[in-house]
């Protein structure tokens, strides 16, 4: 899923500091799992808003709405009428939820209540690591179904490194080597045949080398 965490207060106060009415938009979908802007974090957020410019004297309209998912046009036609009634509208989803939201409404600004992080999965309850970085060209049926761009530091298509030992990356005790990982989960299903082969260097155009991707189903368009 993608993750995401809350911009600080500060931040997101100054983002909108000339505005008057404020519909803040959250998400149900990745955003909500790592609880950073589902309906929950909506209300706190908007709750946070009230109190701080009710503080500084400048007391706003703020309208809260969350979507399915901001990223689908289906969803974000729900908000036209609410839209109406704001001045800005602040998005409490991934970068391709604000950016669906400003295409969609192109005469209100948008702005991120989020920093959105990277592609990951939940290691405990609180902690998301991240495990895929939409490379374009799925390696994971030849390295044991661990990623080598994600989660080795050097993206290195061959490894270890010289800089690896005893199963850690050089940047930190706290970092397993990727490569360590990719051996020990070949060795245990007895294919380490496939480590010994060597990846021929990597296409980064499917990664968006060539431009901004996108993904056309002729089956599926109208």
Not at 73 to 78: A, F, L, S
């Amino acid at each position: 899923m993608i993750t995401a965490e809350r911009k600080p207060l500060e931040e997101i106060l100054q983002s909108v500091s000339s505005f008057d009415r404020i519909l803040i938009v959250g998400c149900n979908e990745c955003v909500t799992v790592c609880a950073a802007g589902g309906r929950k974090e909506v209300g706190l957020l908007a709750s946070a808003l009230n109190m701080s410019m009710l503080k500084a004297g400048r007391p706003v309209q703020l309208t809260e709405h969350t979507l399915e998912r901001q990223c689908d046009p289906e969803y974000v036609d729900e908000l036209a009428q609410l839209v109406t009634g704001a001045d800005a509208i602040l998005s409490m989803a991934c970068g391709c939820g604000v950016q669906e939201l400003a295409r969609r409404y192109r005469d209100k600004p948008v702005l991120p209540a989020l920093n959105t992080k990277f592609m990951g999965a939940a290691e405990r309850p609180g902690v998301w690591a991240e495990r895929c970085a939409g490379c374009g060209n799925c390696v994971l049926g030849v390295t044991g179904g661990i990623c080598p761009i994600a989660r080795c530091s050097k993206r290195l298509m061959n490894g270890p490194c010289g800089g690896s030992g005893n199963g850690k990356c050089e940047i930190s005790d706290e970092v397993d080597c990727a490569w360590q990982l990719i051996w020990d989960r070949l060795k245990a299903l007895g294919k380490t045949d496939l480590y010994e082969q060597n990846m021929d260097a990597k296409d980064w155009r499917p990664a968006g080398g060539g431009g901004p991707r996108r993904i056309v189903r002729e089956d599926l368009t109208e």
